[in-house]
């Protein structure tokens, strides 16, 4: 607009008005751009010291003063590169001083705006992504500091219930909690200790201490005829004309062998049960769990988050690291009680009733589901008559029990049941 304003003045010194030279052209181009990138050059600058990266306001204007002389240079130069029929100094000083006024006025618009503050966050830290884009005038408001937070845990969280932080908390908190409620709710807290043995991440004492307790409420809550109202593994039978323990286990699909049955409930004679009598019967699936290195065998009811350990048994296990690890079943049609065993090494043969059987009264086969232990053959959990053997390496790489303790894992599993042993 300078340019135009100029050529249409009336009061020109030579007196009359002369159509430019076409080569003039070049040169008034060159001068409009050179007014442009002034312009531009100084937003820059002043984007520069708004962002905080390193120009002040000030620097800003000497850098703009020092440009000036520099922008007649180069016009002059121009016009010598581009001579024209006439030169025209006045308009050159024009511009020139069109520049210097717009840059007068664009300080005295810098000198009433407040400088921003530079960000601290990172993400706005980062230079724009266009050079001539116009930082904001907002002063930033410095961001709230976040409460330190250690093993994803908030220390200023306050959780609405305790029971319910723990139930999803770590193995650790479940031990402390089953443990605190074992004498006012036993059912919670047997659910809380299995959730923390069966982790597999509990160190050994607090491992032992989680199946001691297990092994107390299982005192309680299992092995008796008293019935828990409150606890979801069992429910209460009526016993019907010609029931028997076998049918009655048969018919609900429990899983288990009757013989679980009359334990639980303390019945001497099997046959003896009435019609109209009152049986606690379990829910089941069951499994078993075998800690290598605690040399425990947890046996389980249920399934998923709701599994619980029914009790722990202590156990004996193969030499030289020779019992396997992997998920496994109870091989169908292998329960045996009273089973004669044959020796694989010596080929010994020992008869089902010679007290000298190394197996003693209770054999159940093993057949490993996983690719690493699927071919593997001959390996079971039974009894045995070397009781000193328990809580040792000394089998063959099976997994042996006292002769009380096999008589409830031969009970709880039936064919097909899963035994898992870690590690």
Known sequence: MAL????????????????????????????????VSLTGGYMMLRADADDGEGLSETSARVELHNTVPSMRATAQLATAEFPVTEPQPAALDQMVASAARRSNELNAVAEQTPATKPIDSPAQA???????????????????????????????????????????GTPEAELALGLSLAASEPVKARQHLSNALLADTLGPLDARRASEALIELGRTLVFTPVYNANDPMFFQYTVAPNDTLEKIVRRHKIGCDWRLVQRINNIKKPEAIRVGQRLKLPKGPFSAVVSKR??????????????????????????????????????????????????????????????????????????????????????????TIDVDSIGQDRSLGCVRLLADDIAVVWECLGDGAPVEIRK
């Open 4 to 35: 135009a304003s100029q050529s249409h003045r009336s009061s020109r010194s030579t007196g009359s008005y002369r159509q430019p030279s076409i080569l003039f052209r070049p040169v008034t181009i060159m001068a409009f751009g050179a007014v």
């Open 126 to 168: 980062e230079p724009q992504s266009s050079p001539t884009a116009t930082p904001t005038a907002t002063p930033a408001t410095t961001p709230a500091t976040p409460p330190t937070v250690r093993n994803g845990i908030d220390p200023n969280a306050k959780p609405a219930n305790t029971a319910a932080t723990a139930a999803t």
């Open 294 to 383: 605690d040399y425990r065998v947890d046996i389980c009811m249920g399934a998923g988050t709701d599994r619980v350990v029914l009790t722990s048994l202590p156990c004996g296990l193969g030499s030289a690291n020779g019992t396997p690890t992997g998920s496994f079943k109870v091989r169908v049609g292998s329960k045996l009680l009273n089973p004669e065993w044959i020796h694989p090494v010596t080929g010994e043969h020992f008869a089902a009733d010679d007290p000298k059987n190394p197996i003693g009264e209770h054999w159940l086969g093993l057949e490993g589901t996983d690719a690493t232990n699927a071919q593997l053959a001959g390996y079971g959990i039974h009894g």
